[in-house]
């Protein structure tokens, strides 16, 4: 997905991928992949520096308690 460097928040980043034809919807839980297997939970107004080769994760959200 191409979407500009800067602060972006976790909701702009699905929506951008969402419109760059990525199959995920805007419930789904976002997470930053960060190096040695780590991730970051991103939420939707959680505000993320959004830099080269950075790589994202969007998964459904399954909790149902």
Do not use: C, M, P, W
């Not at 995920?24 to 970051?40: A, H, P």
């Amino acid at each position: 997905v191409h979407i500009t460097r800067g602060e972006h928040t976790g909701l702009e980043i699905k929506q951008a991928a969402i419109a760059q034809g990525v199959n995920i919807q805007l419930d789904f839980v976002l997470s930053l992949e960060k190096r040695r297997d780590e991730t970051q939970i991103i939420g939707d107004n959680d505000l993320v520096r959004v830099k080269k080769d950075q790589r994202y994760v969007a998964i459904a959200d399954d909790d149902n308690s």
